[in-house]
């Protein structure tokens, strides 16, 4: 089984489709049971069976956003 960290941090998570097409869910890990692993991702909150987990680990924060210029 893969290890997650608590819920909170904030994780990448590969996992297959039913396609067999892998992908990604980048977010705050909102939960994680034996059966599925919840993320916010950029296409909302994801419900990722773990059988379909190939692969996954905390990341650290977003960078902060960059000022913008007086010419932008």
């Known amino acids: ?7 909170g941090h904030r994780v990448v998570v590969r996992y297959l ?7 990604d869910a980048l977010g705050p890990l909102l939960s994680a049971d034996s059966e599925t692993v919840l993320v ?5 909150v994801e419900r990722i069976p773990r059988g379909a987990i190939i692969a996954a680990k905390r990341v650290p924060p977003p960078p902060a956003p960059r000022p913008r210029g007086a010419g932008a």
């Open 1 to 7: 089984m893969i290890e997650l960290p608590e819920p």
């Open 17 to 23: 489709l039913p396609t067999g097409q892998a992908t």
């Open 40 to 44: 916010d991702g950029k296409r909302g």
